[in-house]
């Protein structure tokens, strides 16, 4: 094959015959829907952090989300802040509980959450914050914790690009938030083709999401079935939701929690080569984790300074003709019609200046030299001109 017909996606999972295996041991066990695999799959999220914390499986970040919000009694009029620069799911889910995302600004060369832009927002009707760790680097827990006790608000972080990502030596999850959403979606860093976990260390918190995870029926269906009480005997305490993960996908799930070091590692390794490679360009290279941190790196972003040869939107139809896939994280929320109404007025220059020039490169576990070498030739040709 010559170089130039070699097709880079922009992400491939990384799945072998262990992922596979389990699954096809699931499907001829007879039990496909949230079970044995589920509750392993539970138990060995929880074993990632010290003792006393809850995993709560379900069948996507939204899921977890829309749950732990739900559970903290975000409800109809309250606020809760959101940066503009994160996918739709996190200002949704505020909505379905009839509350107001209030959106802010980033930090410029973080791209997480920023603390004045969050300060200035703060009314009497805020009840919560929900930082991201945008493309896998930690927000400044500690700062946001202090911040959020100083104002009585709670905090939900959106972890969805965050496995594993560490602030002060602790995973993502047990540090500063009062609750936690992951995704399991089929390009993030480790995959159940669609799934979530909400990891929370409130008692009260993990009990609420596990009864409206399941129809806000008082016992998960598993136990409904293996109990020695009739099936039919369970009691319905809320309306809830239809959130449960399959078997099917937490079989899967289980495989992969145990690479996500393996997987870090990989993604880490391919970015330093990218940074590297791309040292003298016009381009603006993200963030490195802050000391004491770890990056998940779950995604590659470069900004295209003013001077390049090209601009961003001519790089990524360069990229197309060129067989390279390629994304961009994200157009910000504030910009998109639904959440454009009502936000009038504020600004957020930091994330429209981002969005100018951001790209989103090809990154995944399994990416090969030779594939990362392709990319770092026609990006730096078409910027340098
Ligand atoms: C992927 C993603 C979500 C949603 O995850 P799902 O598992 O697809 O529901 C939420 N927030 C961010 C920042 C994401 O990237």
Known sequence: MIMSDLHVPFFRPSITDDEIGEVVKCMKSGWLTTGPNAIEFEKEFEALYDDGIHAIAVNSATAALHLGLEAMGISEGDEVIVPT?????????????GANPIFVDID???????????????????????????????????????????????????????????HNGKLIGDIGADATAFSFYANKTMTTGEGGMLVTRN?????????MRMHGIDRDVFNRFTDTKASWMYDVVAPGFKYNLTDIAAAMGRVQLRKIGDFQAARERLVKRYKSAFADLPVTLPADAADGDTHSWHLFIIQ??????????????HLKKNNIGCSVHYRPLHQMTL??????????PNADAYFEGCIS??????????????????VSKALLG
Request: include cysteine.
């Open 203 to 211: 008692a009260d918190i993990a009990a609420r999401a596990r009864v």
């Open 304 to 317: 295209i300074n003013g001077d390049a040869a090209m601009d961003r939107n001519e790089l990524v139809a």
């Open 361 to 378: 490169l090809p990154l995944f576990m399994d990416m090969s030299d030779t594939e990362q070498d392709r990319v770092i030739d026609v």
């Open 108 to 166: 410029r060369e973080t791209f997480g959450i920023d603390l004045d832009a969050i300060r200035a927002a703060i009314t009497p009707k805020t009840k919560a914050i929900m930082p991201v760790h945008f493309a896998g680097r930690a927000c400044d827990m500690t700062a946001l914790r202090a911040l959020a006790d100083e104002h009585g608000l709670k905090i939900l972080d959106d972890a969805a690009h965050a496995l594993p990502t560490h």
């Open 339 to 348: 959440w454009s109404i009502g936000n009038g007025g504020n600004k957020f």
């Open 85 to 97: 620069l994160t996918f739709t799911a996190t200002a949704e889910v505020v909505r379905y509980l």
